[in-house]
């Protein structure tokens, strides 16, 4: 079975640091590229990070910038987010899902997020 | 950025009616458009992808269209398991990609 499973989320205060992780399973994990989603209370969904399936390139939202870092480990088939210097507008669930690009033999395909994790909460808060 | 811009925020629909959800790209993005359907208090699900391609497993009431900046989200026939709230997001550029605000989905 295809799944995403976060962890590491729970209750920081402000100017803290956390470590969120997501141990994918049931497909090639080094083919894809990986994203950190994120949804406030009773928000909409924000895209946060995306990163290559060999790690070689990053990217991120603006509000993120300098203080989330996205990284993996392909021999651990996991995806990780680096969150410091947390803020109170930072307070959200956040999801891992697998795309927007998969690299298959001689293609590369542009697939959307395709599965995503059930969430891991973040609360900011002194 | 390219902005997303999703109408209505909100709307109300009887079961059985024909309902359309639109989203406008502030520029042009080719067909690299998803829809995902979210329900209350789960995780988002992909609908369709690269404007009107449905994703494996969705019901054939569900159908995307559109390219360039305009594109729409129809269901041909509501059905009471369709309550929820729909997204679309542009993903022509690794480096930045964005959800609409969402429309808000509900039963008359």
């Known amino acids: 079975e295809v799944q995403l499973v976060e962890s590491g989320g729970g209750l920081v205060q402000p100017g803290g640091s956390l470590r969120l992780s997501c141990a994918a399973s049931?497909?090639?994990?080094?083919?894809?590229?990986m994203s950190w989603v994120r949804q406030a209370p009773g928000k909409g969904l924000e895209w946060v990070a995306n990163?290559?399936?060999?790690?070689?390139?990053?990217y991120y939202v603006d509000s993120v910038k300098g203080r989330f870092t996205i990284s993996r480990d392909n021999a651990k088939n996991s995806l990780y987010l680096q969150m410091n210097s947390l803020r109170a507008e930072d307070t959200a669930v956040y999801y891992c899902?697998?795309?927007?690009?998969?690299?298959?033999?001689?293609?590369?395909?542009?697939?959307?997020?395709?599965?995503w994790g059930q969430g891991t909460m973040v609360t900011v808060s002194s | 950025d390219i902005q997303m811009t999703q109408s209505p925020s909100s709307l109300s629909a009887s079961v059985g009616d024909r309902v359309t959800i639109t989203c406008r790209a502030s520029?042009?993005?080719?067909?690299?458009l998803a829809w995902y359907q979210q329900k209350p208090g789960k995780v988002p699900k992909l609908l369709i992808y690269?404007?009107?391609t449905l994703q494996s497993g969705v019901p054939s009431r569900f159908s995307g269209s559109g390219s360039g900046t305009d594109f729409t989200l129809t269901i041909s026939s509501l059905q009471p398991e369709d309550v929820a709230t729909y997204y679309c997001q542009k993903y022509n550029s690794a480096l930045s990609i964005t959800f609409g605000q969402g429309t808000r989905l509900e039963i008359k």
């Open positions: 990163i290559k399936q060999d790690g070689s390139e990053k």
């Open positions: 520029q042009g993005i080719s067909n690299y």
């Open positions: 899902a697998r795309g927007p690009i998969v690299v298959v033999p001689a293609a590369i395909v542009w697939s959307a997020f395709d599965i």
């Open positions: 690269a404007a009107s």
């Open positions: 049931g497909f090639t994990f080094s083919s894809y590229w």
